[in-house]
């Protein structure tokens, strides 16, 4: 199959005030990384996130600061050695100073949400041991409880469906 | 693109989504528009996060905050891809072939999802032998008629119509194949045949003077004949009222409905009623206003027979013995059969259950003769409709008189035989009647024409089996031409009918009925007696049980309007259940046309009658059907992309789905107070509190009116027949139409709507829901400076364009930008209508509710209704020639068109009697 192919960059956002999170969105970020882009390669490096079908925001948790950017693959080296230098994102009206840390490159969104998952997992499990009191123990085994998804419940409804629609004719 | 998208909530290609509500780290209550989940796209009133945030972050939240990613990616990770087939997920190098065939060829991760798949394709899919088994079918065949109810002829239909589901009945709406034209031509030059078995039967016993005081508060005389018209009540013609709620003369109809009499029997006043109406009418007509009126309280549960064993049930289902030497696949097969549940082919109403009441008596039995019963017959009878001058042809063809039972049956049955005819045929009244019934049979095959009968006749027949007499190919029915009324017999049959006691029927005796109902010859039986015959295709022998009791019913034509008249009379054909396909294969094969629903609302309109839910607007149903409709066109409008839609606001169409009758009625009533008002401020005070009264209670429109009024209606405004030519028939003048006389009318109808047949003077074909407006003197002027009536057209009306505009600039709700984007559709107006009479340029008088070119007329003709006052207004302001002039104009033209109106000179049902 032909296609563009590109590369996927799951960065994460690391903030000094951690409320000023909620503030972005992915324009906000879109933009830093152009202005950053431009300052560090001039035109040259800027020219292929004009291709805004290949550029973008994919996805943006503003609660876990976790953003995946997709670049052209072919320049994404370039691109990715200019986001260390963004030190700001103007959001909103508010400037929000923050740095990038880019903690994995996949070639399609699905190996990154893969990552991800795995990342955050491994993330609460070394949180677990490092509680100060036991009420916290107890939420973030509840969250980690969380991280998997109820198959019988899911499948049971499905047949349901399907019954009803045999006697529909 | 790359990617597929992989879930609509999580990505797409534009925007980001930022997970919103369910938030993690603050536990402040969620506003109203923030719905919980992922919403998409850019928050526009995102910027008062800060306020809401926390002073500081906890473990908890943080937790919480990675759990829900977690959770929301593994959901996006592990749903499957659009497409079904598992093995899609896999790369290109991991797929083998034949993968969707055999699971094991999948990586064991996805083996059980493709099972799972495999499974449910498997759960439909037997082999198609097994399915169309004889037994296995049948099964299909009851389990799919639970829902509705099929129609004995419905494999039939199925395999050659577009069926649709209407009144919890599977019909057959139009023929597969392009037949318009010749259906048309076989209800005006041959035969059309029908199955109208959905119309549901409703029986009426006891005495008669009980029976007709019960049954006179559902009518009145002055809307026409009753159920006591003498004719009718002796049982020699079938006879057809609209219903009312009990006691409610004027204000709430129900529908029409037409009856059948059963003929007096000597010394006896019991008599049997039976009552055709339609479904739609059936429950609200049965349940409430019958069993009321004739105080039939007590429900009769009918026995219910305990199943009999599978054992039992076999033999009678296939009457012949099981010979020994069977191969012995098949009597494997017999014996599963057995073990299993019966297959049995449900005749009759498949929905009921056995142990719903049909049958209610009135608890007051002072005498054993005074016993009032009224019975659910739905489905019992048969119903078949021949259309078209040649259809006693065809049923003459078709069916034989039954022939008396051999001497050998009688000799050497001295002890009653289980069948009923060979019983009959020991009574000599008995074959004395049958005689005369063949007689009259036989003579209508000199009939030319169908329509030649009085309307409504009545003729009770016992034929044989039409199946022995099937012709091996199809064949055209044609009239045997031959000298006419030579016999004087012959011209009396088409002078008064046929005479009373020639229309008893044994159809109407339950006994009977379940006698021929049980002991039907299989289609198999038959099949091995054509076998067994001599001469291969000669005549077979006629068995005993082969002898039903029909009813045959005349259907009067057009009786309205003076060009072909009686256009669409014939036969219907009164059935047994059970025999319903016996009777239909050999009249088909007689070489009629098979029409759906579609071409009996074609028939009606053509013959220029009201079609029962469609033209009914204050009745129930018709009030529902409309509903239905308008969410139906409303529903097909919607589908079509914005920019493709007719703009009815620049149409200067209000209400192009549905028509707001109530309004319309309401401000003509208006319109003309004000005129009163100016001519005369007297009679002011009276009618404003008049029609105070009649607004504050629930109104529906009228549309029923008394006999008289009518004429004097259709006499004011009918100068001339449609299409302009004089009408030489009519010998009076019509009457005066005068001031006071239109005043006096008013008083009486001042919110009435009347039923008016427009046929167009010039080209163009009438729509549904067109719109019937006021000529202005000017447009009358121009029709009159030019000859020829289909000149004048008015240019495309720019005014009306204007008009709307000029109004949708002024209306606020008009804009895209209005507050409500969910519940306004473009290209149509917003639900509070202004007003819908002055509108246009020209003022509305109704609507069209049925309209299309007229094959009869040879013109556009629509049916639709108008407002009386409206009406009124327009024929007083209207010089002589012209007088009932109106223009119509269709909801996506712009284009007028003259019409000529006409009200019909009788009550919209005319008695089907001529004297």
Redesign the interface.
């Known amino acids: 199959m032909v296609r563009i192919k590109s590369r996927h960059l799951l960065c994460e956002i690391n903030v000094t005030d951690r409320n000023c999170l909620l503030l972005l969105d992915d324009r906000a970020v879109l933009a830093a990384v152009k202005d950053t882009v431009l300052r560090m390669h001039g035109d040259y490096g800027a020219a292929p996130l004009c291709f805004l079908c290949v550029f973008l925001v994919k996805y943006l948790n503003a609660h876990t600061g976790i953003v995946f950017l997709r670049f052209p693959k072919n320049c994404y080296k370039l691109l990715w050695s200019a986001l260390p230098f963004i030190t700001s994102i103007e959001s909103r009206g508010h400037k929000i100073s923050c740095f990038f840390n880019c903690l994995h490159v996949g070639g399609t969104i699905r190996t990154c949400q893969k990552f991800l998952i795995r990342y955050n997992t491994q993330q609460l499990h070394r949180m677990l041991p490092k509680c100060k009191n036991e009420e916290e123990k107890q939420e973030i085994r509840q969250a980690i409880l969380n991280c998997s998804l109820l198959r019988g419940k899911k499948e049971a409804f499905e047949e349901a469906s399907e019954s009803e629609e045999d006697e529909e004719e | 693109?790359?990617?597929t998208v992989?879930s609509p909530y999580?990505?797409t290609?534009e925007?980001?989504?930022?997970?919103k509500g369910g938030?993690?780290?603050t536990n402040r209550p969620k506003r109203s528009h923030h719905q919980p989940g992922w919403v998409r796209g850019?928050?526009k009133d995102?910027?008062d996060?800060?306020k809401e945030?926390?002073k500081y972050?906890?473990?908890?939240g943080?937790?919480?905050?990675?759990?829900?990613?977690?959770?929301a990616?593994?959901?996006?990770?592990?749903k499957r891809p659009a497409s079904c087939h598992v093995f899609e997920t896999l790369p290109k190098h991991m797929r083998r072939r034949a993968m969707s065939h055999n699971t094991k060829r999948l990586p064991r991760r996805l083996r059980l999802m493709a099972m799972k798949l495999k499974k449910?394709e498997q759960t439909r899919s037997k082999s198609r032998k097994a399915r169309r088994r004889h037994g296995n079918l049948l099964l299909e065949f009851n389990r799919?008629q639970r829902k509705n109810i099929w129609l004995e002829t419905h494999i039939w239909h199925a395999k050659r119509f577009h069926m649709v589901k209407k009144w919890g009945y599977c019909l057959g709406d139009r023929p597969t194949y392009k037949c318009y034209r010749p259906c048309y031509r076989a209800m005006s030059s041959h035969c059309l045949l029908q199955d109208l078995s959905y119309y549901c039967c409703i029986e009426l016993q006891g005495e008669e003077d009980r029976l007709l005081t019960g049954l006179s508060q559902l009518t009145s005389k002055e809307a026409g004949p009753t159920f006591a018209a003498a004719l009718c009540l002796s049982g020699r013609r079938q006879g057809s009222v609209v219903v009312y709620r009990a006691g409610q003369y004027p204000s709430q109809p129900l529908g029409p409905v037409t009856f059948l009499w059963r003929p007096r029997t000597q010394g006896s006043t019991h008599r049997q009623l039976w009552i055709w109406a339609h479904p739609t009418l059936k429950q609200v007509l049965s349940s409430i206003n019958l069993r009321s009126v004739c105080d039939c309280s007590e429900a009769v549960v009918p026995v219910v027979v305990p199943e009999p064993s599978p054992a039992e049930v076999t033999p009678t289902v296939d009457s012949e013995p099981k010979p020994k030497t069977t191969p012995g696949a098949k009597r494997k097969r017999s014996s599963k059969d057995q073990s299993g549940p019966p297959a049995k082919k449900i005749l009759g109403d498949g929905t009921r259950s056995p142990t719903t009441p049909v049958t209610w008596k009135s608890n007051v039995t002072c005498l054993i003769c005074c016993l009032m019963c009224c019975s659910d017959l739905t489905m019992e009878i048969i119903r078949y409709r021949l259309i078209g001058p040649q259809s006693h042809t065809v049923i003459t063809e078709a069916f034989e008189a039954a022939t008396s039972c051999d001497v050998r049956f009688m000799k050497n049955k001295e002890s009653p035989s289980s069948l009923w005819w060979p019983e009959h045929c020991k009574d000599e009244n008995k074959m004395h009647l049958h005689q005369q019934q063949a007689d009259v049979f036989h003579l209508l095959k000199g009939i030319f024409s169908t329509a030649e009968l009085p309307p409504g006749t009545i003729l009770g027949l016992t034929v044989d089996d039409p199946r022995l007499t099937l012709p091996t190919k199809k064949v055209k029915a044609l009239p045997c031409v031959k000298e006419r009324y030579i016999i004087s017999t012959d011209l009396e049959l088409v002078l008064s009918g046929v005479s009373e006691h020639c229309c008893q029927s044994f159809l109407w005796d339950r006994s009977v009925r379940d006698n021929v109902i049980d002991n039907k010859i299989s289609e198999q039986e038959l099949n091995r007696m054509r076998s067994e015959v001599l001469v291969p295709g000669s005549r077979l022998p006629v068995p005993p049980q082969g002898r039903v009791p029909v009813l045959l019913v005349h259907q009067p034509g057009k009786q309205v309007g003076h060009e072909m008249s009686s256009w669409g009379a014939g036969w219907d054909l009164l059935l047994p259940k059970g025999w319903g396909m016996a009777f239909w294969v050999p009249l088909v094969y007689r070489g009629v046309r098979i029409g759906g629903l579609n071409m009996s609302l074609k028939h009606s309109q053509n013959k220029s009658a009201p079609h029962f839910p469609h033209d009914y607007p204050d009745c129930p149903a018709g009030v529902h059907f409309q509903e239905e409709q308008e969410a139906e066109l409303l529903d097909k409008f919607k589908r079509r992309p914005p920019a493709k839609r007719t703009n009815y606001i620049k149409h200067g169409c209000l209400a192009p789905f549905c028509c707001p009758w109530q309004q319309l009625a309401e401000e003509w009533e208006h319109i003309t107070r004000e005129g009163g008002e100016e001519r005369e401020g007297a009679g002011r005070s009276r009618t404003t509190t008049e029609a105070d009264t009649v607004m504050e209670g629930r109104w529906r429109p009228l549309v029923r009116m008394n006999r008289k009024s009518l004429r004097l209606l259709s006499g004011w405004c009918k100068p001339t027949t449609s299409k302009g030519q004089r009408a030489c028939r009519l010998r009076l003048p019509p009457p005066s139409l005068d001031l006071s006389a239109v005043k006096s009318f008013l008083t009486s109808h001042r919110m009435t709507l009347v039923w008016v047949r427009l046929s167009l003077l010039s080209g163009g074909k009438p729509e549904l829901h067109g719109i019937v407006c006021v000529p202005t003197s000017e447009d009358l002027k121009q029709l009159k400076s030019s000859k020829k009536a289909a000149a004048p057209s008015l240019p495309s009306d720019k005014t009306v364009e204007k008009e709307t505009e000029l109004s949708s600039a002024s209306d606020p709700n008009i804009p895209i930008t209005s507050s409500s984007p969910l519940d306004l559709v473009l290209g149509l107006w917003p639900d509070p209508l202004p007003s819908v009479a002055s509108h246009c340029s020209r003022l509305t008088l109704g609507w069209v509710t049925q309209g299309d070119f007229s094959l009869s007329a040879g013109c556009g003709e629509a049916l639709g209704f108008v407002s009386v006052p409206g009406l009124l207004n327009t024929l007083q302001n209207q010089p002589m020639e012209h007088r009932g002039t109106v223009l119509l104009r269709n909801p996506t033209s712009l284009q007028y068109r003259f019409a000529k109106i006409n009200t019909r000179s009788e009550p919209m049902h005319k008695f089907s009697y001529c004297q």
Do not use: C, N, W
């Open positions: 693109m790359l990617y992989l999580l990505f290609d925007t980001t989504i930022l997970p938030d993690p780290s850019h928050q995102g910027g996060y800060s945030m926390p972050i906890t473990a908890g943080f937790a919480r905050a990675r759990a829900a990613e977690v959770k990616m593994l959901k996006a990770v592990t449910k799919r």
